[in-house]
């Protein structure tokens, strides 16, 4: 396993982060299966584990913290705030009153007093971002995290976090966790330059872009709407888009890239995620030990500049195939209400 340093923050962790989504109701609910993944990747070299306090609504921290009772201190632990965990409008996004308050949550789920890495899992455009990064900041201050980072937010965002924090002299984040596959590759064009400009980690996720590229999606039959990650996130697999059928007929291709450079199409994909200079770890989100298993066979694989130029003829650098992968709609692109003019204000003008 290789090691590289977590922006700023002098914290050196794993090229690969074990992701603790699929563990819980939303992959694998065989605890104690969980548990053993966890040590296995813990033996296997990886020392970097990213959760968040939304996935499976808290069980996925609550395996998490069992699985690292005992070795904790070996681990650069992370997880997220921002997701909704309940009905109450105020139990959910990146308020003072709902950070300080959920921090204590995951720490009790995940057995600890502190967590290395904590993320704001997307941005809410309700909230200043000053008020975030003041809430974060008291958390370093008191001990119970060590730095902060954000997760799926757009260059432009992320620059003006890095202002705010530099004006009121509070934390800034140090990381970035974005979207990032041969499948999904927008992050080149703003967010990767613009986290190498201000000495920031990067942490992609969904390097095998929810399963496209680990070879389970090759025909059409393949694709099953009403089982596993489809059932859950059917727009990243509806075929009725264009993007996700393009998907599918590159899938041959990237096959044959990994052919001809002796590789699986799943060791070429998480290969391919680490490269980028401005990418410290891709985090791998096994539901099961074979999972795990094959993904971690290919550790140490490094792509050529040959190989990495065929990945680019097949899909060009800057290029996301389907929109929805992003992971993120800007509310200006979501709501109508922020692209119109009322007619009074028309007639007005």
């Known amino acids: 396993m290789r090691y590289r340093t977590l922006g700023s923050t002098g914290m050196k962790v794993s090229t690969y982060c074990l992701g603790a989504m699929m563990f819980g109701q939303w992959g694998n609910t065989d605890a104690d299966e969980c548990v053993r993944i966890v040590h296995a990747a813990l033996d296997a070299g990886v020392n970097f584990v990213d959760t ?15 699985a690292l009772a005992k070795r904790r201190d070996g681990v ?5 705030v921002h997701g909704a965990m309940g009905d109450d409008p105020n139990e959910r996004g990146n308020s003072r009153r709902w950070i300080v308050r959920e921090v204590e949550a995951s720490l009790r789920r995940l ?16 909230t200043d971002v000053e008020e975030t990064l003041s809430a974060l900041t008291d958390l370093v201050h008191q001990g119970k995290v060590r730095a902060i980072g954000s997760s799926t937010f ?14 009121r002299g509070l934390e800034r984040f140090r990381c970035e966790q974005p979207p990032y596959s041969m499948f999904v590759r927008g992050a080149e064009a ?26 389970r999606y090759r025909t059409e039959g393949d694709v099953d709407l009403g089982s596993g990650r489809a059932r859950r996130l059917p727009v990243r697999f509806d075929l009725s888009l264009p993007g996700n059928r393009r998907k599918l007929e590159l899938v041959g291709d990237l096959e044959q890239v990994a052919r001809d450079a002796g590789l699986s199409l799943t060791h070429l994909a998480m290969a391919f995620s ?49 929109a929805p992968d992003d992971g993120y709609v800007p509310p200006a692109i979501a709501e109508p209400a922020l692209r119109r003019r009322s007619a009074g204000a028309r007639s007005a003008g």
């Open 154 to 167: 757009p260059a432009e965002l992320i620059v003006e976090a890095q202002w705010a924090a530099d004006r």
């Open 52 to 66: 968040a306090d939304v996935y499976s609504s808290g069980e996925s921290e609550e395996i998490v913290g069992r």
């Open 111 to 126: 057995r600890t007093d502190h967590l290395d890495l904590y993320q704001i899992h997307r941005p809410d455009p309700d």
């Open 274 to 322: 680490v490269a980028h200079p401005a990418v410290t770890s891709a985090i791998i989100g096994p539901r099961t030990m074979a999972h795990l298993e094959d993904v971690l066979a290919g550790a140490s694989v490094e792509l050529d500049d040959e190989t990495l130029d065929r990945i680019d003829s097949i899909v060009a650098p800057g290029t996301t195939l389907s």
């Open 76 to 80: 650069v632990l992370a997880s997220k």
């Open 190 to 215: 703003a967010v990767l330059p613009t986290c190498a400009r201000h000495g920031m980690g990067v942490i992609v996720w969904s390097p095998l872009a929810a399963g496209w590229l680990a070879g």
